[in-house]
């Protein structure tokens, strides 16, 4: 056993790994590297890699013992940070014949799967093997969530401030800041991540969620005072939020605005002609039947004088 090598990257998994997708891992590698179909000349290199790995892995107590030696030398968290020999583009390749067809049935599996690879690859093989082994697809995104949580907490604690920190951090691309913060909350503990994330904010210029939220209504403002100023139509949340998540264009902002004004102009009409219907009646009650009624008392007066 040599815990200088990450063999968890050398299977493309993750430290997290149930054991069906440890080994739905070497299979999938050892069938694109085996002598008789890969041509490659590193295919004995890969194979003695592939099967060193899996011989530790593969066996519950060895992997508790490298998992113990890697965490006391502070290498456990490499995967993340360093993906050298990652071999998931052939262990996807593998199993994509049966990802199609789960995907044909249930077509949301390809966005939930989508967000996982942004946060990491394997990740997103773990979620597709272990949605293929147990067949659980009505229950993807409460699988691919608890993943995603799991992740995140063994890279970067249990805080959910922290976790949000770290989402925004990978969607830009800063594993440099990522790894700072791997390594404060590792020495601070996550009681002290809010600390560890506003060090890191104020160290870097990065904005927090409140500040991020009150610039986007600035710029959602400017966004709505570019078609015509009419900002009460549109402030609602509703609208602020699909235009943030570029659901909203601006042709959508002027066909509502539009609509608002549709809407006023029409209830103002209704209010003009109920009020010379008003007049209408006031002048018919006035001028007609008040008259009417001052004879009819004359001509009463008169036959009873």
Known sequence: MNTAKDYYAILGVLPTAED?????????????????RYGGSDAHEKM??????????????K????????????????EFFNSEFDNLKEAFAVFEED??????????????????AKISSRLAFSFRVFLLQEKKYENAKLIADQLEKAFLTDFFGTSPDTHEFALHLIEEGRKDI?????????????????????????????????????????????????VKYDYDVVRDSKTFHSWKAGKITKADIENKIKSAEGIRKANVEHM????????????????????????????LSQCLS
């Open 20 to 36: 069906f997708v440890i080994e739905a891992a070497y299979r999938a590698l050892s069938k694109r590297y085996h002598p008789d």
């Open 48 to 61: 003695s890699a592939i099967n060193e790995a899996y011989e530790v892995l593969g066996n519950a107590t």
């Open 63 to 78: 992997r508790r013992e490298y998992d113990q030696e890697r965490k006391s030398t502070n290498q456990g968290d490499s």
């Open 99 to 116: 990802w199609k067809v789960a995907v044909s049935y249930y077509p949301e599996l390809v966005s939930i799967s989508d967000r996982l």
């Open 178 to 226: 990522l790894l700072e913060l791997n390594q404060g909350v590792k020495v601070i503990g996550s009681g002290g991540a809010s600390k560890v994330v506003e060090r890191l904010r104020e160290k870097y210029g990065i904005l927090s969620p409140a500040e991020i939220e009150s610039k986007l209504w600035d710029r959602y403002r400017e966004f709505v005072s570019s």
């Open 272 to 299: 003009i002609k109920a009020a010379e219907e008003h007049e209408k009646l006031v002048k018919f009650v006035c001028f007609g039947i008040v008259p009417v009624l001052f004879l009819i008392l004359i001509f």
